[in-house]
Nanobody
Framework: VQLQASGGGLAQAGDSLRLSCAASGRALRSYVMAWFRQNPEKEREFVAAIGRGGHLYYADSVKGRFTISRERANADYTMYLRMDSLKPEDTALYLC???????????????????WGQGTQVTVSS
């Protein structure tokens, strides 16, 4: 599975951005896909995930402001993260991740994902 994240950039507080994660590989339909974010010297933080049944999961810090979604094109998928009402504390490197073996209770655990994209930087100024 290959993941390619894009869409990051500079924004002001209150602005919106949409991140994309292009996923290609085998049997992607059975994969859980997620967004994490990370800042230097901090642990990777869960942002949102789409489960196998299409259920959506969000970190409390982004609930109501961010929306995760996924579209299918033939055998490939693109996952999106719509980010509204951005705050300076949303500044981070955003990474997309996928796993075919993860269990529901581990959706928020970065070590449970075995495929990662390279990340896209989001910087929000006040």
């Amino acid at each position: 599975v290959q993941l390619q994240a894009s869409g990051g950039g500079l924004a002001q507080a209150g602005d919106s951005l949409r991140l994309s994660c292009a996923a290609s590989g085998r049997a992607l339909r059975s994969y859980v896909m997620a967004w994490f974010r990370q800042n230097p010297e901090k642990e990777r933080e869960f942002v949102a995930a789409i489960g196998r049944g299409g259920h959506l999961y969000y970190a409390d810090s982004v609930k109501g402001r961010f929306t995760i979604s996924r579209e299918r094109a033939n055998a490939d998928y693109t996952m999106y993260l719509r980010m509204d009402s951005l705050k300076p504390e949303d500044t981070a490197l955003y990474l997309c991740a996928a796993s075919s073996t993860i269990i529901t209770s581990n959706y928020r655990v970065s070590d449970a994902y075995n495929y990662w994209g390279q990340g896209t930087q989001v910087t929000v100024s006040s």
